[in-house]
C-alpha cells in the first residue's frame, strides 16, 4: 500500500479526473456498439477508479456513480 499526501486543491484536482474518468467508463458501458469483452475490462477498470473516488468524495458524491450490481 502506498500513502500519499495531498493539499487541497490536489485534491480537488483528483476529484476531478476520477470523477470524469468514471463518466467516460459509464458513457462506454452503455455504448451498444462496444464488445461485452471490452465491457467487462472497463467494468473491472470502474470498480479501482470507484474506490479510489469513494474515499475523497462525499456519500452524496458516491451514490452518483455506485453501479447497480444488475448491470453485469
Known amino acids: 500500500m502506498l500513502g500519499f499526501l495531498f493539499n487541497e486543491r490536489e485534491c480537488r484536482e483528483l476529484d476531478y479526473v476520477l470523477r470524469k474518468e468514471l463518466d467516460e467508463m459509464l458513457f462506454d458501458l452503455n455504448d451498444k456498439r462496444i464488445d461485452a469483452d471490452i465491457k467487462v475490462a472497463i467494468e473491472s477498470r470502474y470498480k479501482t477508479v470507484f474506490r479510489m473516488y469513494a474515499r475523497l ?16
Not at 456519500?59 to 444488475?70: G, L, V
Open 57 to 72: 468524495a462525499s456519500p452524496k458524491e458516491i451514490s452518483r456513480y455506485a453501479r447497480n450490481r444488475m448491470h453485469h
